[in-house]
């Protein structure tokens, strides 16, 4: 457990008690909560790098399919790109009009949007693999990050026993282990992570 502390450096608290469950071969290891809310981040952060190369894989197939749905209906590409300019947060006020929220009003480019995007729905002319892939890559995000809020405990304890057995293979023992495990685990400095976070975040919202 002492290994464990060195090389988890911070949270000790949380992370020791999932430790010395998955040491026993024993199932339990709980979810993980700020994995679920930032995968890609929170896996830069404890340097868990395999599952982070999963995660980014999963994120740039999202986000080609998300580019897909989005050139088979230029108008409609057009009519959000000029609301998007107008008002970041536009997509909010179309939904509450759209439900017939009281209050709610539209800019004409918001109006035009809306009209572009009920002719693309109804016609049935178009294609209806947009909706698919918009609702697949919706769902598959959030499946994602569950997926990822269960596997990352184990696979955090995983990555730090890789790190001792190499040490102890190579030979270090006492505080030169110590020192080798320090070194290859703890965590990315935060910033790194806040703007892989930022970005992470941005991309959740699309």
Do not use: H
Not at 35 to 42: Q, R
Not at 146 to 166: E, L, M, P, T, W
């Amino acid at each position: 457990s002492v290994l464990y502390e060195i090389a988890l450096r911070k949270n000790q608290r949380y992370y020791i008690p999932r430790f010395m469950v998955l040491d026993k071969g024993l199932k339990g290891a709980g979810w993980n909560f700020m994995a679920f809310l930032f995968p890609l981040a929170w896996s830069f952060y404890r340097k868990v790098y395999k599952l982070s190369a999963v995660i980014l894989a999963v994120y740039i197939a999202l986000i080609g399919a998300t580019c897909l749905t989005v050139f088979m209906d230029k108008p409609l590409w057009e009519s959000f790109n000029a609301c998007y300019e107008e008002d970041p947060e536009f997509i909010y006020k179309v939904t509450a009009y759209a439900n017939e929220e009281s209050g709610a009003t539209l800019t004409p480019n918001q109006q035009q949007y809306l009209k572009e995007q009920e002719e693309f729905i109804n016609n049935v002319d178009q294609p209806k693999i947009n909706v698919i892939i918009t609702w697949g890559t919706f769902i598959l995000s959030y499946v994602l990050r569950a997926f990822v809020a269960i596997v990352a405990n184990k696979a955090y304890f995983k990555k730090i026993n890789r790190s001792i057995d190499i040490g102890e293979k190579i030979g270090f023992q006492g505080d030169a282990l110590k020192t080798f495990v320090y070194r290859k685990n703890g965590t990315v400095p935060i910033i790194v992570v806040a703007i892989i976070g930022f970005i992470e975040y941005t991309f959740m919202r699309f």
